[in-house]
């Protein structure tokens, strides 16, 4: 499985981006997707997650109401909405998957995920 995270890119605060991630190399529809990031300096951290059905999403708290995460089985696609961003927002956005059979499953640790791409920058100016 390939994750390709695009997307990234420099904003001033109040801004917005969306970040995409691709898979490729397995079936896509039932893959959990999450977002992680990780800022200098920092642990890298979960943003949010999407079961492989879409119907269940989970968000970090501090992204709650700013950050949609949103998939496209048919484009084997996630897209992390991101507006009101903030200079705290600003790190390396990092895609993962994770195969299940539960269609409502989401992941929120790091070691949940096997698969991962290979991040994006995102930086936010205040």
């Known amino acids: 499985v390939q994750l390709q995270a695009s997307g990234g890119g420099s904003v001033q605060a109040g801004g917005s981006l969306r970040l995409s991630c691709k898979v490729s190399?397995?079936?896509?529809?039932?893959?959990?997707m999450g977002w992680f990031r990780q800022a200098p300096g920092k642990e890298r951290e979960f943003v949010a997650a999407?079961?492989?059905?879409?119907?269940?999403?989970y968000y970090e708290d501090s992204v709650k109401g700013r950050f949609t995460l949103s998939r496209d089985n048919a484009k084997d696609t996630v897209y992390l909405e991101m507006n009101s961003l903030k200079p705290e927002d600003t790190a390396v956005y990092y895609c993962?998957?994770?195969?299940?059979?539960?269609?409502?499953?989401?992941?929120?640790?790091?070691?949940?995920?096997?698969?991962w791409g290979q991040g994006t920058l995102v930086t936010v100016s205040s």
């Open positions: 999407i079961s492989w059905s879409g119907d269940s999403t």
């Open positions: 190399g397995r079936t896509f529809n039932r893959n959990v």
């Open positions: 993962a998957a994770r195969l299940t059979n539960n269609q409502s499953a989401y992941f929120v640790k790091r070691d949940e995920y096997r698969y």
